[in-house]
């Protein structure tokens, strides 16, 4: 193998050349260092936002899924019927509570439209 003979033969060559690096300033390396922590705390916290999205979105759909799946196939009632009698007799209310005539000036439970 050839490759580790030339990557030290590089080094030699690279180190033979190189200039030394002076030692930074106590202030800037302090600079450099909060800056480091700063930009590893904000990439955390979009890590931790970006989880928290995806938790909360999956709980919804889940949540979602769960409602029409439970009402799916339930028809409900309607909450008030009335049922006339053709032949002049009436008419009847059908609740939830049991039956009562309809008559002339009763309040009506369900609100009007089309007035």
């Avoid at 690279?14 to 450099?32: E, G, I």
């Avoid at 995806?54 to 029409?68: E, Y």
């Amino acid at each position: 193998m050839n490759a580790p003979r030339y990557a030290s033969l590089a080094a030699k060559v690279l180190a033979r050349d190189s200039l030394p690096v002076p030692t930074p300033k106590a202030d800037a390396r302090a600079r450099a260092i909060s800056g480091i922590e700063q930009a590893l705390t904000a990439r955390a916290l979009r890590r931790r936002r970006m989880r928290w999205g995806f938790g909360l979105s999956a709980a919804a759909a889940v949540a979602a899924a769960a409602t029409w799946f439970v009402g799916f196939g339930q028809h409900h009632a309607p909450a008030l019927v009335a049922i006339a009698d053709p032949s002049g007799g009436g008419a009847h209310l059908l609740l939830a509570s049991g039956s009562e005539p309809l008559r002339s000036g009763l309040p009506q439970p369900f609100p009007r439209t089309g007035t």
